[in-house]
């Protein structure tokens, strides 16, 4: 009997444990939504927001924030060679990408990415949230971002909208201040 009841109160907590795994697995997993307000799509990193409308994007540097930056450092991946080399581009400047035909250009650098409807801004002069507007061309034709307007790099969300090539990766380290 003593044996009985041993066996039925371990395949009990066995049981027991099984069904508490399951009720985990299926808990609901929360939404997400993209900057278009989907459901489903990946978490945007602090600043970003639905949209809530559509039309051109503004970019508003705040006066605490503008003329207090000068550069920004980049980081540049050459996959085909597996070096790594770092490089400091001034706003309103540009790189060209050694033993390569493709330009950076950089226009912003918002120390805390805030995007407000369709107006970027930064939320303080504090690197909380750091972002670069950059462009990419391949000779001579932009290649990033694909939609033709200024694309962002986060230093603390590298993989939200990454710049994507082949032999190439670009990924913002820090700002530089002046």
């Not at 985990?24 to 997400?32: G, L, R």
């Not at 459901?39 to 924030?65: E, F, K, R």
């Amino acid at each position: 009997m003593k044996k009985f009841l041993a066996v039925s109160a371990v395949a009990g907590m066995i049981l027991l444990s099984v069904v508490a795994c399951k009720k985990k697995e299926e808990q609901p997993v929360p939404k997400t939504f993209s900057q278009e307000g989907q459901a489903g799509a990946p978490a945007l990193p602090p600043g970003h927001g639905p949209t809530g409308s559509i039309g051109p994007l503004t970019v508003s540097v705040p006066p605490d924030v503008k003329g207090k930056w000068s550069a920004v450092k980049l980081i540049i991946d050459d996959k085909k060679t597996k070096k790594t080399q770092e490089f400091t581009v001034g706003l309103s400047s540009e790189l060209k990408i050694p033993d390569s035909n493709l330009t950076v250009k950089v226009s912003d650098f918002l120390p805390d990415f805030k995007m407000n409807g369709n107006v970027i801004t930064s939320a303080s002069n504090n690197a909380n949230n750091p972002a670069a507007g950059i462009s990419v061309f391949e000779s001579g034709k932009q290649i990033f971002p694909g939609s033709g307007e200024g694309g962002w790099l986060y230093a603390k969300f590298p993989n939200i909208h990454p710049f994507q090539h082949d032999r190439f990766g670009i990924t913002l380290k820090e700002g530089v201040k002046k």
